[in-house]
């Protein structure tokens, strides 16, 4: 009769030991398969500042947006440069052959002239403004590029820590789990347990195995995902224990749409563009206004130099309907343009109070789950399986206490992994960190 009580009172204490300290005695990572080694030392070589960096330099975008920059700065230096200069030669007394009235002989008077265009009235000064407000929109671009590539990081990273803290959690399950399918097959041996929770602790068992086996598939995908964005190798080092950014606490709406007003690169872009259209516009009216031309040149007499000639020349400009249509077409550019700039204020102000009250609405969630719904699931799953080894629960309830306690554990990480998202939005739509 003692051995008979001895038996169960030490199985469910071999449980009891695993629910409330966590140990086993089953290597996690061989039960589901997966390697054990997950480059444990890569850590600092391929954590977020450090992809970040190398996604500034070695990424296909960036290089394409920084070429394009460059090509719009390198047109500033001769946007006010005069036009080139024009060699005129003209020939003078030909005489003819009276027979045929061909050209006899080789003309009397040579004349060689040199002439320049000037544009007058500040238009070079505006084309030169309209160069540089192009080149500023191009440097703003470029920024945008840098922006969007450094967010898709951020969330990349913010799921491949999501994927890391799930394995965890499955890999804290498992041994428990196996000292519960042991014991209800003890159980079962013994005659005081049913068939049916030695073979359904078996199954949650072995689903559990296979949810880590796709984690760990997932955890190698995301890996190639964050490196290939980075624009290096797909099996170069992540850090294998990433962790998350620290969420601010005093987020204000109304101090970040002020910011994002001032400092998104897209609407620093645009108002270069409205800069650029409104010069054209200048530009356009001021073709009215007439250029100069100077000319100076030698005479050649006889075969030797013998006097010089200048002339000067004012284009005018009398075609209306020419010039009316592209003063019409500027200003209806500069128009175009900013309404396009108005549209992205409103865009961005919305997609920034949608991210906004997003990591809002999470981090709620969090600091709920944590204050009250991990708290209880763990209670419940500890009391079910307690409750179990004593003969006084339904093994349905343990398993039923250990999903519970693994759905919460799910949202939580993924009520975090929605406050990351919702930061690396709204870190590109302020045009930089919090």
């Known amino acids: ?34 390697d054990p080694g997950m480059d444990h030392g890569a850590i600092g070589e391929g954590d977020l500042d ?39 030669w003209q020939a003078m007394d030909i005489p003819r052959d009276g027979s045929n009235y061909l050209p006899g002989r080789l003309p009397k008077t040579d004349k060689f002239f040199l002439q320049q ?46 994927i890391h803290q799930a394995i965890d959690l499955d890999q804290e399950l498992l041994p428990r789990l196996s000292t519960i399918a042991k014991l ?44 290939s964005l980075v624009g290096r190798d797909g099996n170069a080092p992540i850090d294998e224990t990433p962790h998350l950014r620290p969420i601010p606490a005093d987020l204000e709406l109304g101090d970040l749409t002020d910011r994002a007003d001032r400092l998104n690169p897209e609407l620093r872009a645009q108002n270069s563009e409205i800069e650029a259209a409104d010069g054209s516009v200048t530009l356009a009216e001021k073709s ?19 006097g010089y000639e200048a002339m000067l020349e004012v284009n005018i400009p009398i075609r209306g309907g020419l010039r009316d249509a592209d003063i019409g077409e500027a200003k209806a550019m500069s128009g175009a343009v900013k309404s396009k700039r108005r549209a992205k204020e409103l865009e961005i102000q919305s997609a920034l109070s949608d991210a906004y009250w997003n990591l809002e609405a999470a981090r709620k969630m969090e600091k709920l ?8 699931a763990r209670v419940g799953f500890e009391s079910a399986a307690h409750a179990y080894e004593l003969g006084k629960g339904e093994f349905a309830m343990v398993l039923s206490a250990e999903q519970q306690w693994r759905k919460t554990h799910l949202a939580h990480l993924q009520a975090q ?3 990351q998202m919702g930061l690396a939005e709204i870190e590109k739509l302020i045009g930089g960190d919090l």
């Open 417 to 419: 992994l929605e406050q």
């Open 50 to 88: 450090h992809l970040i960096a190398i996604a500034k330099q070695m990424s296909p975008e960036l290089a394409a947006a920084a070429l394009e920059s460059d090509a719009a700065a390198a047109k500033v230096a001769g946007a006010d440069s005069l036009p080139d200069p024009k060699l005129q």
């Open 288 to 306: 009215w206004y007439p250029d100069l031309g100077v000319s100076v040149g030698a005479v050649k007499a006889n075969g030797r130099f013998d």
């Open 117 to 162: 265009d000037f544009p007058l009235w500040g238009k070079r000064d505006l084309k030169r403004e309209i160069a540089v407000a192009n080149s500023q929109k191009a440097a703003a671009l470029r920024v945008v590029a840098e922006a969007e590539l450094i967010a898709r990081v951020k969330a990349a990273y913010a799921q491949y820590h999501q």
């Open 1 to 34: 009769m003692t051995a008979g009580v001895t038996k169960p009172l030490l199985l469910g204490g071999l449980l009891l030991s695993l629910v409330l300290g966590g140990g086993g005695g089953i290597s996690q990572a061989s039960a589901a398969g997966m």
């Open 184 to 227: 209800a097959g003890a159980r079962y041996g013994q005659g005081v347990g049913k068939q049916q929770e030695a073979t359904g602790a078996e199954i949650e068992r072995t689903e559990l195995v296979s949810e880590l086996v796709r984690l760990d598939a997932e955890r190698r995908k995301a890996k190639v995902r964050l490196n």
């Open 369 to 376: 789950m944590l204050d009250s719904s991990l708290p209880q």
